[in-house]
């Protein structure tokens, strides 16, 4: 069982941290791209949230926890104490990770279903689809890949095809146009920009193996060929990651 | 128009909010903290807590209607703003009868996500939760607007029925399906002489030439489909009653009119508004059941008025004739009580 981390408390609390430091470090960026689309309030909301998360995980009891908890703790900051609907609806998000987690370890399957649930969370309330530009837009691929996890697949590997599928959910964004939210009413004037919602979702995802200190791990894609394809300019909806293993 | 006599918005909402629960201590409990109002007192039959919430500014809406018979709580946001998650989540924690909490809300983006991400949270706290959505405004009703017609005025008339239901003891899907049967048969319009005044600006928020009005304005300063040119009352309002019975459905109902001013119209105008609708609708062989005249959902200081109509049954005319007992609705509206006896002419 080398390398395969017992995905307890203590993995989710560092997550949690390590989330925070990669919205504390792109925070700006984050910003700039909601000045483009939104009413700009986004980089600080997250900031925000992430802080009163980071005190909400400083008072747990010490001691080794379920997964769940720093993950409730985190959720409850952001439903509580943010403002907007953004920063609550990372709320949501959290708050579906830690019920599929309940009180044994964070699996794969548990997150393929909390993510899954978290997308149906978001989409009940904000009515959004894939494609309006929205943080689904990030969430939606997300969990696909972890439903295509092999049940017995490490958990994070499942993240890191969470988080590869989320980036990529992300870069479709620019080439869209926004149907819901305050990005609506710009029309083309927000096109070739990042939806802001979904770029914080894909970097929660790349935060559970590192810290992102920029967010060229979710806007620079590794994985494609140099030069442009020769059918030109990527499709809008790629195909849906392959199902791993058997 | 002059600006406000106090500029801070938030902490005119705050201040407020604790002026109306120190004026109403036997009906009301106020937590300033979770920003929410709650009813002292609800029948014993009640299995199912009633809130409701929105931005600030239409006074006596919500927090008017909070007390026995109608609303358990309310959650007022900011001036115009959605309340918060918060809010409403904590609010509805504290109300949430044995059979949930039910959430009448008006549709607005804002306010449809913050309840939506409350009633989340319920869920995952296994409290049951369902919703009413009240689209009464016929001004917003076309097919380029994506998020439907506004809620306005119809709210209160559903708030009240759904009050003296749930008192009986319905069941949360029971008041659910009745509440978005109610707010299938209400329908409303308003009408703008001069806008509200703009709390950031102290000026008015859009500009209505004295020779005009606004059909259809909305109550947040939301601008009308056209401007009319002035005219008599009774014309404007019969044009209103036209436009309101085309689309009430059932189309031969007996009615419930809802006169409600805007935040600075006279109640000598919204009478005379009433007795014009009236005589409109006596000319179309119309039957209008009850009459309620007065300002119920306001647009802060907006000089104009709504006209809403209820296509009513039997059953809806007896939950609104039963008594309810909060700031704002009319006690002497109440069926009278056992023994009375008529004053003979």
């Known amino acids: 069982m080398t390398g395969t981390k017992a995905f307890d408390g203590v993995f989710t609390a560092g997550w949690m941290r390590r989330f925070a430091e990669a919205v504390a470090a792109t925070e700006e960026e984050l910003t700039r791209f909601d000045q483009a689309a939104g009413d700009g309030d986004f980089g600080v909301n997250l900031l925000t949230g992430v802080r009163c998360a980071l005190a909400a995980l400083d008072r747990l009891p010490p001691g080794r926890q379920a997964a769940a908890v720093p993950l409730a703790a985190a959720a409850g900051a952001f439903l509580d104490e943010v403002g907007g609907t953004s920063g609550p609806l990372f709320g949501l998000v959290l708050q579906e990770l ?21 997308l149906e969370a978001v989409q009940r309330v904000g009515e959004a689809r894939p494609g309006d530009k929205t943080l689904v837009d990030a969430l939606h691929p997300a969990a696909l890949a972890l439903r295509g996890c092999a049940p017995g697949a490490r958990p994070d590997d499942c993240l890191a095809m969470a988080a590869a599928a989320a980036a990529a959910g992300v870069r479709r964004t620019r080439a869209l146009r926004a149907r819901r939210g305050r990005a609506s009413y710009l029309g083309e004037r927000a096109s070739g920009v990042p939806d802001p919602g979904a770029v914080g979702i894909a ?16 806007l620079l894609d590794d994985t494609a060929p140099t030069e442009a394809p020769a059918g ?8 849906e990651p392959a199902p791993a293993g058997p | 128009m002059a600006p406000y006599l106090e500029t801070d918005q938030d902490a005119l909402v705050a201040s407020a909010l604790a002026g109306f629960a120190r004026a109403h201590p036997s009906l009301v409990v106020h937590d300033p903290d979770l920003g929410f109002v709650r009813a002292r007192d609800r029948a014993p ?3 199912v807590g009633l809130l409701s919430g929105g931005g600030s500014g239409h006074e006596p809406m919500h927090v008017g209607f909070v007390g026995r018979g109608m609303l358990d709580a309310a959650c007022p946001g900011r001036i ?46 296994g409290i049951p939760c369902a919703r009413v959505l009240v689209d009464d405004d016929l001004a917003s009703d076309s097919e380029s607007v994506a998020a439907g017609r506004r809620g306005t005025a119809a709210t209160v008339l559903v708030q009240k029925i759904l009050g003296a239901a749930a008192d009986r003891g319905l069941g949360l899907t029971e008041l659910a399906s009745l509440g978005s049967a109610l707010a299938g048969r209400c329908r409303s319009i308003a009408v703008a002489g001069a806008a509200h005044t703009s709390p950031a600006t102290g000026r008015p928020a859009f500009d209505v030439l004295e020779h005009l009005v606004e059909f259809g304005v909305g109550i947040h300063g939301e601008r009308a489909e056209l401007s009319l040119e002035r005219e008599p009352l009774g014309v404007l309002v019969g044009r209103m009653a036209l436009r309101l019975l085309e689309s009430l459905r059932p189309a031969r109902a007996p009615l419930v009119a809802l006169v409600n001013g805007l935040g600075a119209t006279t109640s ?15 000319t179309g062989g119309r039957r209008l059941e ?12 907006m000089r104009g008025f709504s006209i809403t109509l209820l296509a009513a049954d039997e059953q809806t005319l007896a939950l609104l004739d039963a008594p309810a ?6 006690v002497a509206e109440s069926a009278p009580a056992p023994g009375h006896q008529e004053v003979r002419r």
Do not use: C
Request: zero cysteines.
């Open chain 2, 325 to 330: 007992y909060t700031a704002a609705w009319p």
């Open chain 2, 268 to 282: 000598l105008e919204l009478y005379a508004v009433l007795n014009e609708l009236a005589a409109v609708l006596d």
């Open chain 1, 232 to 239: 030109g300019p990527d499709p809008l909806w790629g195909p």
């Open chain 2, 45 to 47: 039959g009640r299995r």
């Open chain 1, 203 to 218: 970097l929660l995802f790349a935060s559970a193996g590192g810290v992102p200190r920029t967010l060229d791990v979710v």
């Open chain 2, 290 to 301: 009850r009459a309620l005249v007065g300002d119920y959902v306001t647009a802060l200081d």
């Open chain 1, 98 to 118: 830690a019920a599929a987690a309940g009180t044994g370890p964070l699996t794969g399957p548990a997150l393929a279903r909390g993510v899954t649930a978290a």
């Open chain 2, 80 to 125: 115009f703003a959605s309340p918060h998650n918060r809010q409403i989540f904590e609010a509805s924690r504290a109300v949430a009868g044995e059979d949930g909490v039910l959430h009448i809300v008006k549709n607005y983006t804002g306010d449809r996500i913050n309840f939506g991400i409350a009633a989340e949270r319920l869920h995952r706290q």
